[in-house]
Nanobody, 126 residues
Framework: LEVVESGGGLVQPGESLRLSCVAS?????????IGWFRQAPGKEREPVSC????????DFLDSVKGRFTISRDNAKKTIYLQMNSLKPEDTATYYC???????????????????WGQGTQVTVSS
C-alpha cells in the first residue's frame, strides 16, 4: 500500500485548502483506516484527524475542531482533509498514513500507522 499527499500550498489567514491523500497498491484500499498528521518546524508530529473505512471520523486536535473536516471517496481511493479558516499556527507539513488493514478503528498514536506518505507543506502567512 502506498499513500501520496497533495494539495498543500501558501495561503493567507482565513483562507481554505483541501488536502488529498491517494491510496494505491495491489490490495483493496477501501477499508483502510487513514489518519492525517502534521509536523510544524521544531515540533513533534501530532495527529490531526482520522477516518475509518466506513467513514467514521475522529478529530484529535481541539484547535482544528469545527475548521477541519476529514472525508473519503472510496471509489477514488482518496481521503480528504478540508481545512477552513486557516491560521498561522496551522503551518506544518501534513502527512497521511494508513493503519494495517486488520485495524478498523482510529487511534492517535503514530506508531499504529504503517504506511506513510512524504507529506505536503501547508504555509499560512500574510
Amino acid at each position: 500500500l502506498e499513500v501520496v499527499e497533495s494539495g498543500g500550498g501558501l495561503v493567507q489567514p482565513g483562507e481554505s485548502l483541501r488536502l488529498s491523500c491517494v491510496a494505491s497498491g495491489l490490495v483493496l484500499t477501501d477499508y483502510y483506516t487513514i489518519g492525517w498528521f502534521r509536523q510544524a518546524p521544531g515540533k513533534e508530529r501530532e495527529p490531526v484527524s482520522c477516518i475509518t473505512g466506513t467513514s467514521e471520523a475522529t478529530d484529535f486536535l481541539d484547535s482544528v475542531k469545527g475548521r477541519f473536516t476529514i472525508s473519503r471517496d472510496n471509489a477514488k481511493k482518496t481521503i480528504y482533509l478540508q481545512m477552513n479558516s486557516l491560521k498561522p499556527e496551522d503551518t506544518a507539513t501534513y502527512y497521511c498514513a494508513a493503519r494495517p488493514s486488520r485495524f478498523t478503528y482510529c487511534v492517535p498514536g503514530e506508531n499504529a500507522y504503517a504506511h506513510w506518505g512524504q507529506g505536503t507543506q501547508v504555509t499560512v502567512s500574510s
